[in-house]
């Protein structure tokens, strides 16, 4: 008998945002961990909301900013409760921090993260 770890989709986040958001692996909220938060799929989340609050603020509405927006809509679909709660706990807390970003990204977020993060603000 032979077994194959699979990883769960809390650990398979890092390389998720890079693959779907290059721009996020090039970008300086991702530089500034220096590669050491790979596996740390929570810091990288916050850094992940950092970067797309930025790209809103910069009035960057290109495709990072709308891909980004539709791959956080797909990691808040997990069925994971992990993964949900890195959503609550980091990427929803740090968007929280730029709440004129926030309002710019709340049209153009799929219904299931605007209402999963206005849910959130309710109870912050």
Known sequence: MSFVLVPSPYEQIPGLLKAAVPQFAQSEEYQIHQGKADDLSGVLLASFAKFLARR?????????????????????????????????DEFFEALANYPDAVSAMLPRMEPSLRDGYARWAARA
């Open 56 to 88: 809103s603020r910069e009035a960057l509405a290109d495709e990072a900013l709308s891909r980004g927006l539709e791959v956080a809509s797909d990691v808040w679909r997990s069925n994971d409760e992990r993964t949900l709660e890195a959503m609550r």
